[in-house]
C-alpha cells in the first residue's frame, strides 16, 4: 500500500499533525506559487514584499547577498554582522558554522516549495533570537511535471531555471538548476549564479526515505557603500574596488518519516556541508613615509581613553623601526611616490560540518483531549579553516589597487596574516506539548536545552588558541483560545539564545581590531546573548465571506528584550572595528496584515512597526562621524537611542487582477521610514531618508504551455539608499565630485529595471 503524501519535516514546532492555530507565535506561511508570482521564483523579494516586519538592506550593495531583517533581527551573508535568524532547509540548520552567517544565494529559488516564517522560539535552536525561517524544498512527489524559465533584461541580466519532476509507483526524481549572469548596475560589479538541486525519494506503506543534493558556485560583486556626495555626482559609482565573494557548497542530506503506530511517528535528517568562501576586498589604508616622531603623536586607547604614545592606524614607511614588514622581517621603503596607499584583503574559509536530529511525534489523547507532543534532539559539528592577509599596495585614479607584492606582518599583531582552525560542536534536545483543554483552548510548553562548545587553534602561534564552552536551556509556553470559528488569539512567552562565534571570540580586543573581513587575534572572551519574547495577537483564518470572497488577517504586538548584546563596532584604525557585549537591546512593535481574493483577484495590505533600542548607555567608536569626540574619536549611545539599520515604519500594499482569462497584471508597493547610520545611534547627522518603492507585473497565457511575463521594479525610479554609515572621504580626491567632504556612506538602490520571460511547462 503507498500512503498519502506526507509533509515530512524534522524542524519542530510546525510539523505534521499539528494544527498552526495552535501555534502561539506569529506565524507567515508562504507558497511556490507566491514565489513565482512575478515570473522567476524570488525568495527574498518575496519576503519583502509578503511579510509586514521583513525589510532588506543591501549593506554589500549586491542584488543576490542582502541583509534580511524580521523585526530588526538579522540574517546576513556578511560575517561581522549580529545573526539573529536560524535559517532552515529541509530541517537543516543552514547557518554557516563559522560567523553563523546565512548564505541564500546557494538555494535555487525554482527548487522551494513553500516555506514559514515564525517568530522568537527556542525550539529551532541557536540565533532564533528574533525567530527563523523555515524552508521546504520540492520532491518527485509534490512537484511533477516540468518548467523551463528565461528572463532577460537590465544591467544585462541573462537567466534561466529549470525543473523536473517525476513518479514512478513508490518512487520519485526531483532536479532543478539555475544559471544567471548579470554585469550589474553599479561600476565593476558583475555576478555570476549557478545552482542545482536534486532529491530522489522512495515510499511505502510506513513512511518516505529522501535523499538530496544541494550544490552551487557562484561569484558576486558588491563594492559596498559610497560615499553620499559620489552617489549624487552619479549613482553607478564606487567608492573602492574590487570587493568578491565567491562561495561554493556541496550539501548531501538524507531525509526520513516513519509512521511507528497510528499515533507515533519518528522524523529524522542527516546532511554533510562542505562550504568555500573566498573574499578579495580592496581598499584605503594609510600608509606614508613617516618617521618615529611622527608615529609616536598621542593615540587613544580605544578602551581607556588614555593616550598611548603611538598614533592610531598608521602604517610608516622608511621607518627606522620595524614598524611595516613584510615576508622578509625588514622594514618596508616608501615605495608610495606621492600617492595614495591602499591594500587588498584577502579570506578563505573552507568548512566541512556535518550532524543530524532525531524527532519523535506523539498525537495521543490526554485525559480524553487531543495532545501532540515533541521530542528530538539534534547534533551539528564543523571544522573550519581560515586563512586572511593584507597586501599593500597603492591606489590608483580609478580607485582600485594596485599590489605592490608586500603582505603587511606588523611586529605588534595590528594588521598580519592569520590562519586558524576552529571547531564547532553544537547539541540540542528539545520538547514541546500542546494540549487541547477543549476544543477552543490549547496550551503549548516546552523549551531547548543548547550546548555549544568553540575551539580555535592558531597555525601560526599560539596566541589564539582558545575553547569556549556555553550552556543554556530556553524555556517557552503559551495559549491560543478560538473566539469564534475564523478568530483565535494567542500570547507566548519564549527565550532564545547565540553564542559568540569563532570569529567574535577572535575579535574582541579593541587595542587589536580587526577588518570587517575578519583578521583575528587573541582576545576577552564574551558571553552569549540571551533574547526573552512576548507576543499576543488575533488572526482570522482564510474562509469564505460573501460571494465567494476570501479573507484572512492577522494583528499582533511583540516585544524581545536582548541581554549582553554583541555589536561590532568601529575602532580607531580605519576599516577595523572589535566586537563588545554592548548591553541590552530591544526590539518591539506591532505587526498587522490582511488580504482579500475573490474570483481572478487578490489583494493584500500590510503594516508593519518596529523599535529597535539600546537600553543600556555606551561610549561606542565611531572615528568618522563628523559629530564625534574630537579627542576620543567616541559617541554616546544612550538608552532609548536607536539600533542603526532598522527602518521603524513599514507598509506593503499590492495585488493582482485578472484581465481575462489569459491576461494578468499587478503590482506592488513598499514604503519604509528612515533609519539611523551606523556609528550614530543618537541619529544627530540626520537619518537615511526613508523611501517608497512601486513595482509592477503582467503575465499573458499564450498556450496552456507557454506563458510570457514582464517585471519593471521601480517604476517611479526613486532616487534612494537602504544602508548609512561613515568613512574617510577626505583623503581620498574623487574626480567624480572634487572636494568632497562629507563621510556619509550610503547603499544607493538600483534605479528602474525591466524585465522579461517566458515559463515553458511540460
Known sequence: MTLAPVNVTTTPLVGPGIEADTVPANLTGLTKGDLSERGVADVTGTLERRVPAVNLNAAQNNPFQPDLQFRGFTASPLVGNAQGLAVYQNGVRVNEVFGDTVNLDLIPDIAVDDMDVVSNTPAFGLNALGGALNIRMKDGFTSQGGQLVLQGGSFGRVQGSFEYGRQVGN???????????????????????????????????????NVNLTAADNSLTGNGPAPIQLVEA??????????????RLVMP???????????????????????????????????ESCTITDRNRDRIDDRTGEPTGLRTGRLCLNDTGPILNDSTGKPIADFLND???GVLNRTSTQTTSGGGTLQGTLQEPLFGHRNFLVVGTSLDYGVTRFNASSELG????????????????????????????????????????????????ALTAGGRLNIARISTEDKLGSSLNGTNTYTRFNPAAGITYTLVKGLSSYLGYSESNR???????????????????????????????????????LRGSDAPALDG?????????????????????????????????????????????????????????????????????????????????RTTGTVRARSGDSLPGVPAHRFKLGGSYNVTDAWTVGGALTAYSGQTYTGDPSGSVGKVPGYATLDANTSYQLTDNIQLFALVQNVTNAHYATFGTFGGVREIPLTEAPGATDSRFISAAP???????????F
Open 253 to 287: 542530506t538524507v531525509r526520513a518519516d516513519f509512521q511507528a503506530t497510528d499515533t507515533l511517528s519518528f522524523q529524522g535528517t542527516a546532511y554533510l556541508r562542505h562550504y568555500e568562501r573566498k573574499t578579495l576586498n580592496g581598499d584605503t589604508v594609510d600608509a
Open 171 to 209: 518512487v520519485a526524481g526531483y532536479v532543478a538548476g539555475q544559471l544567471l549572469h548579470e554585469d550589474g548596475w553599479r561600476q565593476h560589479s558583475p555576478s555570476t549564479l549557478r545552482q542545482v538541486y536534486g532529491d530522489i525519494g522512495v515510499r511505502g506503506s510506513r513512511g518516505q526515505l
Open 499 to 537: 553564542v559568540p562565534t569563532a570569529a567574535e571570540l577572535s575579535c574582541a580586543d579593541p587595542s587589536r581590531p580587526c577588518t570587517l573581513t575578519n583578521f583575528f587575534l587573541s582576545d576577552p572572551p564574551l558571553k552569549q546573548v540571551v533574547g526573552r519574547t512576548w507576543e499576543a495577537g
Open 394 to 441: 597603492t591606489l590608483t585614479t580609478g580607485r582600485t589597487v594596485d599590489p605592490a607584492g608586500i603582505i603587511i606582518a606588523q611586529p605588534d599583531g595590528e594588521i598580519a596574516p592569520v590562519s586558524i582552525r576552529a571547531t564547532n560542536t553544537y547539541v540540542g534536545a528539545y520538547l514541546s506539548d500542546t494540549f487541547n483543554v477543549t476544543d477552543a483552548l
Open 549 to 629: 470572497l476570501h479573507v484572512s488577517w492577522n494583528a499582533g504586538l511583540f516585544r524581545t528584550d536582548l541581554s549582553n548584546d554583541i555589536l561590532n563596532v568601529a575602532s580607531g584604525v580605519r576599516g577595523r572595528g572589535y566586537f563588545v557585549n554592548a548591553g541590552d537591546t530591544r526590539r518591539q512593535g506591532i505587526e498587522a496584515g490582511t488580504k482579500l481574493a475573490g474570483k481572478g483577484w487578490s489583494v493584500y495590505a500590510q503594516y508593519a512597526y518596529v523599535e529597535a533600542t539600546f537600553q543600556s548607555d555606551l561610549v561606542l567608536n565611531s572615528p568618522d562621524n563628523p559629530n564625534r569626540n
Open 751 to 761: 534605479p528602474r529595471a525591466a524585465y522579461g520571460g517566458m515559463r515553458v511547462t
Open 234 to 247: 552619479a549613482r553607478s559609482h564606487v567608492f573602492t574596488y574590487p570587493d568578491n565573494t565567491r562561495n
Open 339 to 341: 600617492t595614495r596607499g
